[in-house]
C-alpha cells in the first residue's frame, strides 16, 4: 500500500481500501476523507452529506498494466437556499473532474496525444502509453479544450493554406517573434483580415505574400503598419515570368547554324577526281602496253572494251597528265563566260538553279539547263542545314539563370554559356534577372528598386514589363521586403505542419477541430 503514493501521488490523501491486480489492469478502492465540500455553483461550504456513489476513473498506466481507481465520493446538501443545486458532489483537486471518466493526469496525457495525432492513430497510441479510449472521444477532447488567451503580435505573419484543394482556402497568422501560430480564419478574404486586425489593435510589421487580398485587407484593419513583402515569393514570381520569356524564345535555341561557305569545295569531289586521274592513268598505260606489242588500235579496243575513238585518243596522248583536267576538250564551254558571275552570286546566297538560270538568260547565255545544273554540282555546295542541338529544358534554363553563380556545376555555366551565346535575347534576360535576384538576396538594397524597374521598363520584353508594374503597384511592401529582415519562411513552415495535421485526420478536419489542434499543438 505504501508504494501507490509514491508511484501515483496524485492519489496523496484519499483512504486507500484496496489493490487487486487483475489479468486486464490494476484496480485500486479508495474514498475520500474531507468532511466538507465547495459547491461547484455558488462556492458555498456544506457539511451535508446527502448520499455516497462510487466513480470509476481510468488512471495512467503502471508498467504495461492499465489502472482503474474505484472512488467512492459523497453528495453533499447545498447550504445556499438560493443555490440551483439542491446537491453537488465534490471534487478532489489534481484527481476528478466534473463528469470525467478519466483522471485529470490521464485525461492530460490523453489531450497531449489527441493533440499530436487526433483520433485514430491517437487511439493506437494511447491504448500502449495512457488508456484504452475511442477515437471519438479523443476528438471530443479535442474540442473541450480551452482556446489559448488571445495575442496581439507586434509583427505578424499572414498566409493561407488549402482547406480543400481549389474550392476552400482559410488563413493561418503568426507571432513572427515566437514563430507560433496565434489564430486561423475561415478563408483568405480581405474583409476577414481587416476585422481580425481591427480586433487586435497594435500590429506594426505585416508580413505577407504578393496575394492582393492580403494586401488590401492590412491597409484596412491596419493601415500605420508596414507590410513587408516576402522575398522568397519575389524571387518566385521573378522565375515564373523568365520561364515564359524563355518558353517564348525556345525557337532560336533549337537551332545552330555554322556560318557556310557557298563556294567550299563538295566533301566528295577530291575523292572522285582522285579516282578519274587514277583511272585514265591505268586506261593510259593499258592502250600503250598493247601498241607496244603490235595490236592495231581496233584490237585494243576490243580487248579494253573500249570505244574506238577512245582507245584511239589515249593512243594518240603522250602522257596520261595531258587526258587529266577538269574538261579534256578543247573546246570551251558555253557556261564559261558566265562563271564569274555565278559565283558572286553563290556568295549572295542564291543557291536555286531555276534563279539562276533565269538571271544568265537575261545576260545572253544561251545553253541548256542541264549544263548549269552539272556545273552547279561540280562547284557548288549548298549551305550545310542547320542542324539541331539538344536544348535544356525551360525550367532547367531558369533554374541556372535563377541560382546563384557559385551554386552552378562548371557543366552548367558552360550549357548556359551556349545557351546565352546562341540567343541574344535570353542573355538580355538572365542579366536583368541575376540583378534583380541579387537585390532580394543582399539585405537593405531597396534604394535599387526603381533603377532595376527602369531596366525592366525598357527591356522589351512584355513578361518582365509586367513584372515591374506589379513592383510599381506594391512598391512600399516590395521595398520593406528588400530592408527590412522579416520573411515569411516561418509561416510557410507552420503550414506544412498544418497540411501534415490535415492528412493525418482522415478527413475529418473539420476548421474548428484543426484549428484546436494547430493552436494547442504548436
Not at 23 to 42: D, E, F, K, L, P
Not at 244 to 262: D, F, G, M, Q, Y
Not at 273 to 294: K, S
Not at 356 to 385: C, F, K, M
Request: net charge positive; with cysteine.
Amino acid at each position: 500500500m505504501e508504494i501507490i503514493p509514491a508511484l501515483l501521488p496524485h492519489l496523496t490523501g484519499l483512504r486507500l481500501e484496496a489493490v487487486v491486480i487483475r489479468a486486464v489492469g490494476v484496480r485500486i478502492t479508495a474514498a475520500t476523507q474531507t468532511v466538507r465540500a465547495r459547491c461547484g455553483a455558488c462556492g458555498v461550504w456544506s457539511t451535508t452529506v446527502h448520499g455516497r456513489y462510487v466513480r470509476r476513473l481510468a488512471d495512467v498506466r503502471l508498467g504495461s498494466h492499465e489502472v482503474q481507481v474505484a472512488l467512492t465520493v459523497r453528495r453533499f446538501t447545498c447550504a445556499n437556499t438560493e443555490c440551483g443545486r439542491r446537491t453537488f458532489v465534490e471534487q478532489v483537486p489534481g484527481l476528478t473532474r466534473r463528469h470525467a471518466r478519466h483522471t485529470v493526469s490521464a485525461a492530460g496525457d490523453l489531450e497531449a496525444v489527441a493533440a499530436a495525432l487526433g483520433g485514430r492513430p491517437g487511439s493506437r497510441l494511447a491504448h500502449r502509453l495512457a488508456a484504452s479510449v475511442s477515437r471519438s472521444t479523443l476528438i471530443r477532447m479535442i474540442r473541450r479544450m480551452p482556446n489559448p488567451p488571445p495575442v496581439t503580435p507586434t509583427v505578424l505573419g499572414v498566409d493561407d493554406f488549402a482547406r480543400r484543394r481549389g474550392h476552400r482556402y482559410a488563413t493561418v497568422l503568426l507571432d513572427m517573434h515566437t514563430r507560433r501560430p496565434i489564430d486561423i480564419l475561415p478563408d483568405r478574404t480581405a474583409d476577414t483580415l481587416a476585422a481580425w486586425l481591427r480586433d487586435h489593435p497594435g500590429v506594426q510589421i505585416i508580413c505577407r505574400d504578393r496575394d492582393g487580398s492580403y494586401a488590401d485587407g492590412a491597409r484596412k484593419g491596419a493601415p500605420d503598419a508596414i507590410q513587408v513583402a516576402d522575398r522568397w515569393h519575389l524571387l518566385k514570381n521573378l522565375s515564373d515570368t523568365i520561364e515564359k520569356v524563355i518558353r517564348r524564345h525556345r525557337r532560336c535555341l533549337r537551332t545552330h547554324t555554322e556560318p557556310p561557305s557557298a563556294l567550299a569545295a563538295p566533301p566528295n569531289e577530291p575523292v572522285a577526281a582522285r579516282r578519274r586521274a587514277t583511272n585514265t592513268r591505268q586506261r593510259h598505260a593499258a592502250v600503250h602496253a598493247l601498241r607496244a606489242e603490235g595490236l592495231s588500235i581496233k584490237a585494243t579496243a576490243r580487248r579494253l572494251d573500249m570505244n574506238v575513238r577512245t582507245a584511239r585518243k589515249y593512243a594518240h596522248a603522250a602522257t596520261a597528265e595531258a587526258l587529266i583536267g577538269p574538261n579534256s576538250s578543247s573546246r570551251p564551254s558555253v557556261l564559261a563566260p558566265f562563271h564569274s558571275y555565278l559565283r558572286q552570286r553563290l556568295t549572295d546566297g542564291i543557291h536555286q538553279t531555276a534563279d539562276l538560270h533565269a538571271e544568265i538568260l537575261a545576260r545572253g547565255y544561251q545553253g541548256s539547263l542541264r549544263v548549269l545544273r552539272d556545273w552547279l554540282t561540280t562547284n557548288h555546295t549548298r549551305p550545310a542545314p542547320a542542324t539541331a542541338v539538344r536544348v535544356p529544358s525551360t525550367r532547367r534554363i531558369t533554374a541556372w539563370i535563377m541560382r546563384p553563380g557559385h551554386k552552378l556545376t562548371d557543366d552548367e555555366h558552360a550549357n548556359l554559356a551556349d545557351a546565352r551565346r546562341r540567343c541574344p535575347d535570353l542573355d538580355t534576360v538572365a542579366s536583368l534577372a541575376r540583378g534583380f535576384a541579387t537585390l532580394v538576396r543582399h539585405q537593405g538594397t531597396g534604394q535599387h528598386l526603381d533603377a532595376w524597374i527602369d531596366r525592366a521598363r525598357h527591356a522589351g520584353y512584355p513578361e518582365i514589363r509586367g513584372f515591374a508594374t506589379g513592383l510599381v503597384s506594391d512598391r512600399d511592401a516590395v521595398v520593406a521586403g528588400l530592408t527590412q529582415p522579416w520573411s515569411s519562411g516561418p509561416v510557410e513552415g507552420q503550414i506544412n505542419r498544418i497540411k501534415t495535421t490535415k492528412r493525418q485526420m482522415y478527413g475529418r478536419a473539420n476548421l474548428d477541430l484543426l484549428r484546436k489542434r494547430v493552436l494547442t499543438n504548436s
